[in-house]
């Protein structure tokens, strides 16, 4: 079994910043790819950014320039850092996984831009 493990959601104002981090447990043997969707009330769960195990990112368009996705290796853990955050990026954060060709999902953190 795998569990990912997510935290640093919360309320910032417009132009604030955020950290998210997600670990990754159990049996992850196989562990590659880690990145972030991010869902809206009423919008479907959309990719964020991604990681390699090498380091290789990607970003969705909307977040380039803003958003750093970092991983850690020696502890399973991947990283979202959020600059200029807009009122639009507000949205629950799912931390996923690839292991072994498998998807995983962790339990969502709740992230609203808010004056």
């Known amino acids: 079994q795998v569990q990912l493990v997510e935290s640093g959601g919360g309320l910032v104002e417009p132009g604030g910043s955020l950290r998210l981090s997600c670990a990754a447990s159990g049996f992850i043997f196989g562990l590659d790819i880690m990145g972030w969707h991010r869902q809206a009330p009423g919008l479907q769960r959309e990719l964020v950014a991604l990681i390699s195990r090498g380091g290789t990112t990607n970003y969705v368009d909307a977040v380039k320039g803003r958003f750093t996705n970092s991983r850690d290796n020696a502890k399973n853990t991947v990283y979202l850092q959020m600059n200029s955050l807009k009122a639009e990026d507000t949205a629950v954060y799912y931390c996923?996984?690839?292991?072994?060709?498998?998807?995983?999902w962790g339990q969502g953190t709740q992230v609203t831009v808010s004056s």
């Open positions: 996923n996984a690839v292991v072994s060709g498998r998807g995983y």
